[in-house]
């Protein structure tokens, strides 16, 4: 009897294991991270007797969760990756609104400017014109100056979302520490699976891996380890390494991350081995979006402002004198490495030349004490000479020339410095208009073209143009000026003043104009036609009285069209209407690569619940299930107390 009575107490036993196993998957359907659970049953070991072998009962072995290692790790990749592109999609969504709105953007701005100087060609004496076109100038640099600085506002608010991510890493990571110890310390005494400390540990590291991609293995003392970047733990069993915002950047308004090691020395980290999770996005966006637009859309401006220049000073303002700067022109940026030598305190200074150059990278400059390397950073492509003076290499032209100086001691650039050159970052916020006066628009060319009044013939010359102000007759009339008198004989005009010499013109082969340029290497050109007689003169002169000419504001005005950027390829509205075509083409990619991601999340979140998931209806049949077998190791015990009493009823 006491067997039978045996029996049934551990099956009573063993189903009140189940219902209370069944009963906690029911109460923790909706939490986070939970594995479904089960209890591990075996048979008893039987008795042996001469009549065979009598069974003793069940035994309770276990309660032991469904988990699939691969199914939660392919889970936490794909919520790590869902995380990165959610991040890059915001901020480069923001981006990509900013640039391309029609009001905070710079092409109405563009646009307007340039509208003006058509009105200025138009009335080139008008004061309301003049007044415009400054107006406009003043607009269009203050847009610039929006745009800048609100790209820089957005990479405030991502250094910001760095630091705050770091901040939930490092305390995550001491969670899942935490957890481990106490799971070793658990399992190590019970020798059974702590089920629910290793749910909520998974679930920490998965919720690390939204913020940073991760690699977690398992040690077989049950610890995990958790790895970042290419191969630094910020878990190793029970200890945690910290990450910080206190890194060594190159461009010191980006937060850099470092992480403190072993003894709490500090490794800095690069950006470039760091993806997944919201970290990897924000670290994305601000090296593959902001910067190059930021970058680019400097280069608009530095390429406007001296293109403009350019222009303008081969004009004559109102009062008589040479255009000047109209606008000033921004400086490239150069930062100096922190472990550059601190005694010789070498200085690069980076000076601008060609901006049809420029591209839209920053550059690195290393010195390994014999040669000078340079990087272009967008594509790391190096070129590397003996001095500066080589680089960049004239087969190569980058818009940029380099130099360097040194405080005392003038020792110069020592091996292992190193420069981080932005050629046109700042062009945005350091464009300025340099003219306060209307007067000071130089919208007439400083020469012009006067055919005699006595002459006979139909010889024609045109207005001129002027590309270069060296050899113009500048001087006050006649002192400088340049005549032409056409001698018949030797179908030629005589060159008298500027130049000198002579220049041939055949009226029968020449009449439909042939065109010349003072001096032969550029200054002033200009075109003959039509058919002089012998003795025929035209003037080139200082162009005196000069307020309804509009020469130089048509030459400005038709700066809008001309393909002055990239290598002469694109116009000022091209470069910019490119920039905002590559940052929304990348805005598009990312919302579609985010739609399909969280898809993969939901599949993957899918799989893992078909293991792991707790099924209601599933528990609610175990619940009865196990109801039964209670009720019936009930009975079998309520028989066996009946049978017992009996066998004590006979005895009487």
């Not at 196993?21 to 109460?27: L, V």
Request: hydrophobic share 40%; proline share 4%; charged share 15%.
């Amino acid at each position: 009897m006491s067997s039978a009575l045996a029996i049934g107490v551990s099956g009573l036993n063993a189903a009140q294991s189940g219902l209370v196993t069944t009963s906690h998957n029911i109460a923790n359907a909706a939490t986070p991270g939970y594995s479904r659970q089960h209890v591990v049953q075996s048979n008893a070991t039987p008795r042996q007797t001469g009549a065979g072998f009598f069974g003793t009962g069940v035994r309770v072995e276990s309660v032991v969760r469904s988990y699939s290692a691969y199914l939660d790790a392919q889970l936490r990749l794909s919520e790590g990756r869902a995380a990165e592109l959610s991040a890059y999609g915001k901020e480069i969504g923001d981006l990509a609104n900013l640039l391309a709105d029609q009001q905070a953007g710079l092409s109405p701005s563009l646009q307007n400017f340039f509208g003006a100087l058509q009105d200025l060609a138009t009335y080139p004496d008008s004061a309301a014109a003049r007044q415009s076109t400054l107006s406009g100038a003043e607009a269009l640099v203050t847009r610039f100056d929006s745009l800048g600085r609100q790209i820089d506002e957005i990479r405030a608010g991502v250094n910001s979302q760095i630091q705050s991510s770091v901040t939930t890493i490092n305390a995550l990571a001491r969670q899942v520490a935490e957890i481990s110890s106490r799971i070793t310390a658990v399992e190590s005494g019970a020798q059974q699976p702590a089920n629910d400390l290793r749910d909520q540990r998974e679930q920490l590291v998965r919720d690390l891996s939204k913020e940073i991609g991760t690699a977690a293995v398992e040690g077989q003392d049950g610890t995990y380890s958790v790895f970042i970047g290419n191969g630094q733990p910020i878990v190793m069993g029970s200890t945690a390494y910290a990450l910080d915002t206190n890194g060594v950047s190159s461009d010191p308004r980006n937060v850099a991350l470092a992480y403190t090691g072993v003894g709490g020395v500090k490794v800095p980290l690069s950006e470039n081995l760091l993806s997944g999770g919201r970290i990897g996005g924000l670290l994305g966006i601000r090296r593959e979006a902001l910067d190059p637009a930021q970058n680019a859309l400097g280069r608009v401006a530095i390429g406007l402002a001296s293109g403009f220049n350019a222009q303008h000073a081969l004009g004559q303002d109102l009062n008589g004198q040479l255009g000047g700067s109209f606008f000033k022109v921004p400086g490239a940026q150069v930062w100096a490495g922190s472990a550059n030598d601190p005694v010789a305190a070498a200085q690069l200074t980076v000076s601008l030349a060609n901006v049809a150059d420029l591209s839209t990278s920053d550059y690195r400059l290393d010195y390994d004490g014999a040669n000078y390397t340079l990087t272009r950073l967008s594509d790391n492509t190096s070129w590397s000479a003996a001095t500066l003076a080589g680089l960049p290499p004239a087969a190569s032209p980058q818009g940029f020339m380099l130099t360097q100086t040194a405080t005392l001691p003038a020792t110069g650039m020592q091996a292992g410095d190193t420069f981080l050159i932005q050629p046109t970052r700042a062009g945005a916020t350091q464009i300025a208009v340099a003219i306060a006066s209307t007067q000071a628009i130089a919208a007439a060319a400083p020469v012009r073209t006067i055919a005699a009044g006595s002459n006979v013939g139909s010889g024609k010359i045109s207005a001129g143009t002027v590309t270069s102000t060296a050899g113009l007759p500048l001087a006050a009339s006649p002192a400088g000026d340049i005549t032409l008198t056409f001698v018949a004989a030797t179908n030629q005009f005589a060159v008298t003043g500027g130049p000198g010499g002579t220049l041939a013109f055949n009226p029968t082969v020449d009449a439909g104009g042939k065109s010349f340029t003072f001096p032969t290497v550029g200054g002033f050109s200009f075109s003959l036609s039509g058919v002089p007689r012998d003795g025929d003169t035209f003037v080139i002169t200082r162009n005196s009285n000069a307020r309804g000419d509009n020469r130089n504001a048509l030459a400005l005005g038709g700066l809008q069209s001309q393909t002055v950027l990239a290598g002469g390829t694109v116009s000022y509205q091209g470069a910019y209407a490119q920039m905002v075509s590559d940052v929304g083409s990348r805005a598009r990619e990312v919302d579609v690569a985010n739609q399909a991601q969280e898809v993969v999340v939901e599949q993957a979140r899918a799989s893992r619940e078909s293991v792991a998931g707790v099924n209601l209806d599933e528990e609610a049949a175990n619940l009865l299930r196990y109801q039964q077998a209670y009720q019936a190791a009930g009975k079998v015990i309520e028989i066996t107390g009946r049978l017992f009493d009996s066998l004590l009823g006979m005895g009487r």
